[in-house]
């Protein structure tokens, strides 16, 4: 279902197939029928963007492209990196100066890419982005790429395949190209027969970058954008989202809604996917846990519905975040040791 020619070569990590995973213990605090989180942390770069980045690389070198670039807030530079070194190609990756978080900038520096960073937001980085593209003969890799979003498709195919259409499926939203992309694998599958029905979609933006969120709640056709966004979930840090017009588009059709979820919020879903199911995952993964509690109060969502989480990047992307959760950490002597041991078993 994706239509990239045949005498392309693939240039893959064997990413996709990521897990699957039953909640056991948010179920109940969310008290829905079901919840599932899609753990894209499980990509080979850590995040979603490698399923498209497979598809749009293969199509880079089947064009010929030598040089290819992005701009990014962390995790299209560290996937692009690492398929276009596959690839042969050097990687040129734009990204906001001091707003791109440790792991990101580990891997895109490890794969050999060459950053550029700039005073300025995701949004400027875009910009520039566009400006070389009309100058010079680079393929851009960003989510307008519809290489990326056939790719990034194949996870409603990977949800339908395992548990079927749930009722709503929760996702991130930055510059809205990911859930556009959902959206049209399910539609895509439903149209091949191969389902029966549509979920609804509940993307979520963080509180200081939320323009779509905010057109959405005011009933707008054209957002306003936000110039200077500000929000802990780095990786959504986006004021001028270039897919605006798919992505609500998707979610109008699909009868859901969008939201916005404040850094506390996202935090306190980041610490209880850690602490309650195990999962790791980045602050603007964690959104779609926020937005579930939240649609979950406003009573959006049936206690007999199903639910999907899509957990977009892994939380070793971003160690800086430490500073926000309770720690349990102690520098003592081996006999201190031994004492709190003693203290934590009881005896
Ligand atoms: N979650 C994570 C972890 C992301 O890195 C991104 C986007 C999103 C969600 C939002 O997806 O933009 O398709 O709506 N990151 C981009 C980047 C902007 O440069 O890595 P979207």
Same mark, same amino acid.
Not at 67 to 76: D, E, I, K, R
Not at 212 to 216: E, G, M, S, V
Not at 249 to 254: Q, T
């Given at each position: 279902m994706i239509p990239v020619p045949s005498e392309a070569q693939i240039i893959s990590l064997g990413e996709g197939g990521t897990p699957l995973i039953k909640s056991v213990r948010l179920k109940d605090l969310v008290h829905v029928k079901e919840v599932y989180i899609k753990f894209e942390g499980a990509n080979p770069t850590g995040s979603f963007k490698d399923r498209g980045m497979t598809v749009a690389v293969s199509m880079a070198k089947y064009l010929g492209a030598r040089?290819?670039?992005?701009?990014?807030? +962390? $995790?299209?530079? *560290?996937?692009?990196s690492a398929y276009a070194a596959r690839a042969g190609m050097k990687s040129i990756v734009i990204l906001p100066k001091g707003k791109v978080a440790k792991g990101k900038l580990v891997q895109a520096v490890?794969?050999?890419?060459?950053?550029?960073?700039?005073?300025?937001?995701f949004d400027d980085a875009l910009r520039a982005v566009t400006?070389?593209?009309?100058?010079?003969?680079?393929y851009v890799l960003n989510s307008l790429n519809p290489w990326r979003i056939e790719g990034q498709k194949t996870l409603a195919f990977e949800v339908a395949d395992e548990v079927g259409v749930p009722d709503w499926i929760v996702v991130p939203v930055g510059?809205? +190209? $990911?859930?556009? *992309?959902i959206w049209k694998g399910f539609k895509e599958l439903k149209e091949a027969g191969l389902t029966s029905k549509l979920p609804k979609l509940a993307g979520v933006q963080a509180s200081g970058a939320a323009p779509?969120?905010?057109?959405?709640r005011k009933g707008l056709n054209v957002p306003e954008f936000v110039n200077n966004p500000e929000t802990i979930a780095t990786a959504i840090r986006i004021g001028r989202p270039v897919n605006w017009p798919r992505a609500l588009?998707?979610?109008?059709?699909?009868g859901g809604v969008l939201m916005d979820v404040t850094d506390e919020e996202i935090l306190k879903a980041q610490e209880a996917l850690a602490r309650f199911e195990g999962l790791g995952v980045e602050p603007a993964s964690a959104t779609s846990l926020a937005g579930l509690i939240k649609l979950k109060e406003e009573e959006l969502v049936d206690r007999d519905e199903s639910v999907v989480l899509v957990a977009t990047g892994h939380a070793l992307k971003d160690p800086d975040v430490i500073k926000y959760h309770s720690a349990d950490i102690h520098y003592l002597s081996s006999e201190g040791v031994l004492a709190l041991v003693r203290e934590v078993v009881g005896t």
């Open positions: 040089v290819v670039v992005c701009a990014s807030t +962390g $995790n299209t530079a *560290a996937s692009m490890l794969h050999g890419a060459i950053l550029a960073f700039i005073d300025g937001s400006q070389v593209a009309e100058r010079y003969p680079v510059n809205g +190209g $990911n859930i556009s *992309a779509l969120a905010r057109a959405f588009k998707a979610i109008r059709e699909s």
